[in-house]
C-alpha cells in the first residue's frame, strides 16, 4: 500500500513538474520567457515549447495583433490661425520586437499604448500649429495625417527603439471648441436668414412688379375698350340720327308731334310727377291742344 501511494505521489509530482515546464503560445501572441528577471528567450511562432520550471524561468505573453488607440484626450489645439479645434484620432499599431518593447517601452500594451497616445498628440499639436482650419477640414488632412505618422515613426526608431510599428493614423473628427461652435452656429443661422429675407425681398419687389404690369395692362385693356366702344355708339347714334333726320324730313309735321310724345313721355315716367303750368298757353302742352297735329291725325 505505501508503495502504490509513493508512486502515486510521485507520478503527481513529475506531471506537477512537466506542467510547468510546458506552454503553449497561441499564433496571437509572442512567448517571452524569463531566466532569473532577465529575458531568455523569445518565442515568435505558435506552438508547445519547454522552459524550466519556476523559479528558474517563466513565461508571459504579449500580443502580436494589429492594435487600435483610439484618442482619449479632449483639450483644445491651437491652428495657424490661432483657433481652437478639437480633433478625434485614432493609430493602428502592432509590437514587432517583444525585447526592444519590454526594455524600452513596458511589460504590457497598456504600457505602449499610454506612451503612444502621448507621442501621437503632440505629433498632432506640432502639424495642427502649421496649418489652418481650413487646411485641416480639406483634402489636405490626408498629408496632415501623413506627416504625423512620420513624426511618431520617427520617435519610436529613435535612439531608444520601442520595437512597434505604426501602421495607420486617421482623423476621425475635427471641430470647434464648444464656445466657438456656437458662435459658428449663430453666425450660420444670421447668414442664412439674411439670404431668406433678401429673396423674400427680391420676390416680394418682383410680385409687386407683376401686379403693376397687370394692372396696368388691365387699365388699357378697358380704355381700348371704352374707347371702342364709344366710337361704336357715335357711329350708331350718327346712323340713327341719319336715319331719324332722313324720316322727320318727309314730314316735319309728324316729327314734331313724335318728339312732343317722346317728352310727355319722358316727363310724366310716374304717377308722382307734378308739373304745374297754364295748357292754355304753354308751348309743351300745344299738341294737346290740338295744335300742330300732324297732318292726317284726328283732333
Given at each position: 500500500?505505501?508503495?502504490?501511494?509513493?508512486?502515486?505521489?510521485?507520478?503527481?509530482?513529475?506531471?506537477?513538474?512537466?506542467?510547468?515546464?510546458?506552454?503553449?503560445?497561441?499564433?496571437?501572441?509572442?512567448?517571452?520567457?524569463?531566466?532569473?528577471?532577465q529575458?531568455?528567450?523569445?518565442?515568435?511562432e505558435?506552438?508547445?515549447?519547454?522552459?524550466?520550471?519556476?523559479?528558474?524561468?517563466?513565461?508571459?505573453?504579449?500580443?502580436?495583433?494589429?492594435?487600435?488607440?483610439?484618442?482619449?484626450?479632449?483639450?483644445?489645439?491651437?491652428?495657424?490661425?490661432?483657433?481652437?479645434?478639437?480633433?478625434?484620432?485614432?493609430?493602428?499599431?502592432?509590437?514587432?520586437?517583444?525585447?526592444?518593447?519590454?526594455?524600452?517601452?513596458?511589460?504590457?500594451?497598456?504600457?505602449?499604448?499610454?506612451?503612444?497616445?502621448?507621442?501621437?498628440?503632440n505629433?498632432f499639436?506640432?502639424?495642427?500649429?502649421?496649418?489652418?482650419?481650413?487646411?485641416?477640414?480639406?483634402?489636405?488632412r490626408?498629408?496632415?495625417?501623413?506627416?504625423?505618422?512620420?513624426?511618431?515613426?520617427?520617435k519610436?526608431?529613435?535612439?531608444?527603439?520601442?520595437?512597434?510599428?505604426?501602421?495607420?493614423?486617421?482623423?476621425?473628427?475635427?471641430?470647434?471648441?464648444?464656445?466657438?461652435?456656437?458662435?459658428?452656429?449663430?453666425?450660420?443661422?444670421a447668414?442664412?436668414?439674411?439670404?431668406?429675407?433678401?429673396?423674400?425681398?427680391?420676390?416680394?419687389?418682383?410680385g409687386?412688379?407683376?401686379?403693376?404690369?397687370?394692372?396696368?395692362?388691365?387699365?388699357?385693356t378697358?380704355?381700348?375698350?371704352?374707347?371702342?366702344a364709344?366710337?361704336?355708339?357715335?357711329?350708331g347714334?350718327?346712323?340713327?340720327?341719319?336715319i331719324?333726320?332722313?324720316?322727320?324730313?318727309?314730314?316735319?309735321?309728324?316729327?314734331?308731334?313724335y318728339?312732343?310724345?317722346?317728352?310727355y313721355?319722358?316727363?310724366?315716367?310716374?304717377?308722382?310727377?307734378?308739373?304745374?303750368?297754364?295748357?292754355?298757353s304753354s308751348?309743351?302742352?300745344?299738341?294737346?291742344?290740338?295744335?300742330?297735329?300732324?297732318?292726317g291725325?284726328?283732333?
Amino acid at each position: 500500500m505505501n508503495r502504490v501511494g509513493f508512486a502515486i505521489s510521485s507520478l503527481l509530482v513529475l506531471l506537477a513538474l512537466a506542467s510547468s515546464m510546458l506552454f503553449v503560445v497561441d499564433q496571437r501572441q509572442f512567448g517571452v520567457v524569463y531566466a532569473l528577471g532577465q529575458i531568455k528567450d523569445v518565442i515568435t511562432e505558435p506552438g508547445l515549447n519547454i522552459k524550466l520550471p519556476p523559479p528558474f524561468q517563466n513565461v508571459t505573453y504579449i500580443d502580436k495583433r494589429l492594435l487600435t488607440l483610439d484618442s482619449t484626450d479632449t483639450e483644445p489645439m491651437l491652428t495657424a490661425e490661432k483657433q481652437r479645434v478639437v480633433i478625434d484620432w485614432y493609430v493602428r499599431w502592432r509590437i514587432t520586437d517583444p525585447t526592444e518593447y519590454i526594455r524600452n517601452v513596458g511589460l504590457n500594451e497598456a504600457a505602449g499604448a499610454s506612451q503612444l497616445n502621448r507621442v501621437v498628440r503632440n505629433a498632432f499639436q506640432e502639424e495642427i500649429n502649421k496649418r489652418t482650419v481650413k487646411e485641416l477640414l480639406s483634402l489636405k488632412r490626408e498629408a496632415l495625417t501623413a506627416d504625423v505618422k512620420a513624426e511618431v515613426l520617427d520617435k519610436v526608431r529613435g535612439a531608444k527603439p520601442w520595437g512597434v510599428d505604426v501602421v495607420d493614423v486617421r482623423i476621425t473628427r475635427a471641430d470647434y471648441v464648444d464656445a466657438i461652435t456656437e458662435s459658428v452656429y449663430r453666425r450660420m443661422e444670421a447668414e442664412r436668414k439674411r439670404v431668406a429675407n433678401e429673396l423674400r425681398s427680391t420676390g416680394g419687389a418682383e410680385g409687386e412688379k407683376i401686379r403693376a404690369d397687370a394692372d396696368r395692362q388691365r387699365e388699357v385693356t378697358i380704355a381700348n375698350a371704352y374707347r371702342d366702344a364709344q366710337k361704336v355708339k357715335g357711329e350708331g347714334d350718327a346712323e340713327a340720327a341719319r336715319i331719324y333726320a332722313e324720316a322727320f324730313g318727309r314730314d316735319p309735321s309728324f316729327a314734331q308731334f313724335y318728339r312732343s310724345l317722346e317728352a310727355y313721355k319722358t316727363s310724366f315716367s310716374k304717377k308722382s310727377d307734378v308739373m304745374v303750368l297754364d295748357p292754355s298757353s304753354s308751348e309743351f302742352f300745344k299738341v294737346f291742344r290740338g295744335q300742330a297735329a300732324p297732318a292726317g291725325a284726328k283732333k
